[in-house]
């Protein structure tokens, strides 16, 4: 996954989002979380459910192109 250029490669691109992602910096690369409770926390959220892809509607779509 293009994590670098995520809005513009997957949100834009392919019209799906991370929903209720857990970390203050962003969607990031796992390998750039280097301390062990920002990476349980995201583990936790993906497991639960809590963090999610989510495919964006036509609204959406517009509003993530501004």
């Not at 997957?10 to 690369?29: C, R, Y």
């Not at 926390?41 to 993530?64: I, M, V």
Request: net charge positive.
């Amino acid at each position: 996954m293009n994590y670098a250029q995520y809005w513009k490669k997957i949100v834009l691109t392919h019209h799906v989002i991370f929903k209720g992602w857990p970390l203050t910096e962003g969607v990031v690369n796992p390998t750039n979380i280097h301390d062990v409770d920002s990476m349980r926390t995201l583990r936790d959220h993906l497991k639960s459910g809590e963090c999610y892809w989510h495919k964006l509607t036509s609204s959406e779509r517009e509003k993530a192109k501004e």
